[in-house]
């Protein structure tokens, strides 16, 4: 059996085969709940593939990344995820809810925008910096809003902590400028965040529920996050609880500046991978089944995110099982 077709699990959870299909906001939520165009969306691209990652949803309104983003924060949610986690499961796939706050790059919520610190790595943002009791209902947030997945038929969460969002701006020296134990001149300063998040979000969807993080590993920006940090942050995460670990970019988003090609972030897959035991997932630039297969073979992660070729192509999953038999 090729790689790409073996089974694995995360915390207890069986998945079907090495495929991801990455999170990728299409923007096109009604008030904050998918809509029967977005269960088909999501339906179709679960044929063939092991796991779906949802879009990020917002855990508190002051976290709104745009008008027309997915939501977990509020019960009434609850119901209408359910017709997306049944047409996905219906097609053979587990669903991964992808629970996000902006942070300072919060838009269109109408609300006072928060952040680490006052200064951000953006000169148009010009957020308030969080205090001890924002901290407190940011992870409330997110705890709450495993809760509401877990009840949506979800089989698990994953914690967004990349692409400049709340968490990945504690991470980057760039946006954490706190003095605090929360602050940005320690490992532990710049991951105590995620880590209470994680551990809150155990506590209340239970030790066998599958809740992973997406980590922002590397800026790409002077002074930023490097690749020699990330077997350090890896290893918090998975003494925090994390399941599985999904490699991303951190503040300049899901691309890597001057790099494209297949896996183009797995330096630091491999990084990662070679301090933790749980699953680490790789996502970007790879077009093909036998590209997958490679990079598995490589050892640069234990299964590989696939972002632009299934949102342009719905059966991508099908073909490249196909391709690679």
Excluded at 38 to 45: D, F, G, P, S, T
């Amino acid at each position: 059996m090729k790689l790409i077709n073996e089974p694995i699990k995360i915390n207890g959870l069986t998945v079907r085969n090495r495929i991801v299909k990455a999170p990728c906001d299409t923007a096109g939520a009604v008030n904050g709940a998918p809509d029967d165009n977005m269960v088909e969306h999501y339906r179709l691209r679960a044929r063939g593939t092991g796991a779906v990652i949802v879009e990020h949803e917002r855990v508190l309104p002051d976290g709104m990344a745009h008008a027309k983003q997915l939501a977990m924060d509020d019960d009434c949610l609850i119901e209408p995820y359910r017709k997306l986690t049944d047409a996905v499961h219906g097609e053979g796939a587990v669903i991964f809810a992808q629970l996000s706050h902006a942070g300072s790059r919060t838009r269109d919520s109408g609300l006072v925008i928060i952040a680490p610190s006052e200064i951000t790595d953006r000169p148009d943002d010009h957020p308030k910096a969080m205090d001890k009791d924002d901290i407190a209902r940011v992870i409330k947030g997110f705890a709450d809003a495993a809760v509401r997945a877990k009840k949506a038929g979800f089989d698990g969460v994953q914690i967004h902590g990349a692409h400049g969002y709340l968490l990945n701006q504690f991470y980057s020296p760039l946006s954490n400028h706190r003095t605090d134990e929360y602050g940005g001149g320690t490992m532990e300063g710049r991951t105590r965040l995620h880590c209470e998040v994680l551990r809150a979000v155990r506590e209340a969807v239970g030790k066998d529920y599958p809740v992973t993080i997406r980590f922002g590993a590397c800026d790409f920006l002077e002074g930023g996050s490097t690749i020699d940090e990330i077997p350090q942050a890896a290893r918090l995460f998975e003494e925090a609880g994390a399941d599985a670990i999904d490699i991303s970019g951190g503040l300049k988003g899901f691309m890597r500046p001057g790099v494209t090609g297949p896996g183009y972030f797995k330096d630091m897959s491999m990084a990662a991978r070679s301090a933790v035991s749980v699953p680490v997932v790789l996502t970007g630039g790879v077009t093909s089944g036998e590209e997958l297969e490679q990079l598995l073979e490589e050892n640069a992660a234990d299964m590989i995110g696939i972002g632009r070729a299934l949102l342009n192509d719905p059966d991508w999953s099908v073909k490249a099982l196909e391709s690679v038999k």
